[in-house]
T-cell receptor, first 113, second 114 residues
Framework: AQSVTQLDSQVPVFEEAPVELRCNYS??????LFWYVQYPNQGLQLLLK??????LVKGINGFEAEFNKSQTSFHLRKPSVHISDTAEYFC???????????FGAGTTVTVRA | DAGVTQSPTHLIKTRGQQVTLRCSPK?????VSWYQQALGQGPQFIFQ???????QRGNFPDRFSGHQFPNYSSELNVNALLLGDSALYLC?????????????FGPGTRLTVL
């Protein structure tokens, strides 16, 4: 069974500074990996996904993530954040032969001016 | 292109009651998954419906049941509500020309059990 650990529960960051959100997964098989964002009182929006191919994945809103199989990690990065990036971010893993997503506990990003 | 829609947006029930939540998938999708998100936690998989059958189930009791209709929309039913069932219930759809693992979420239904 897959599981996800998001290493930071809260990340405060200043506007226009870079941010990195860390995600580690445990799985004995190949995986699909996802990052979702949740704004207050809303559902989840897909930021980016890794299914196969290039390990550097680019998503919406300037976010990117790198799949590192040897370290079983899928860290999310943005070079310059905006106030509007304040939200909850979730990393999720899925087995290609399975159908469910297993989520981490989330990382709260607060961007300050 | 309409995304995933859910109704109602908010619901208040008392312990022991039953509730039905509804979901319409994104156009072109044939699969619906349901997740429970307790306050301050990540979503937990409840079950997935495909071709009107429950294809996979998470670690939830039988009080949680569902249904999928021929038009791919879905319902989540919860019987004998407990205080601990208070959560945001998220519906996600997938399918079409994309992997079934690539799921698109609706805005959720906030259920409060008093």
């Amino acid at each position: 069974a897959q599981s996800v650990t998001q290493l930071d529960s809260q990340v405060p960051v200043f506007e226009e500074a870079p941010v990195e959100l860390r995600c580690n997964y445990s799985s004995s098989v190949s995986v699909y990996l996802f990052w979702y964002v949740q704004y207050p009182n809303q559902g989840l929006q897909l930021l980016l996904k890794y299914l196969s191919g290039s390990t550097l994945v680019k998503g919406i809103n300037g976010f990117e993530a790198e799949f590192n199989k040897s370290q079983t990690s899928f860290h999310l990065r943005k070079p310059s954040v905006h106030i509007s990036d304040t939200a909850e971010y979730f990393c999720a893993v899925s087995d290609p032969n399975d159908y469910k997503l297993s989520f981490g506990a989330g990382t709260t990003v607060t961007v300050r001016a | 292109d309409a995304g995933v829609t859910q109704s109602p947006t908010h619901l208040i029930k008392t312990r022991g009651q039953q509730v039905t939540l509804r979901c319409s998938p994104k156009s072109g999708h044939d699969t619906v998954s349901w997740y429970q998100q307790a306050l301050g936690q990540g979503p937990q998989f409840i079950f997935q419906y495909y071709e009107e059958e429950e294809r996979q189930r998470g670690n939830f009791p039988d009080r949680f049941s569902g249904h999928q209709f021929p038009n791919y929309s879905s319902e989540l039913n919860v019987n004998a509500l407990l205080l601990g069932d208070s959560a945001l219930y998220l519906c996600a759809s997938s399918g079409g020309d994309r992997s079934y693992n690539e799921q698109f979420f609706g805005p959720g239904t906030r259920l409060t059990v008093l």
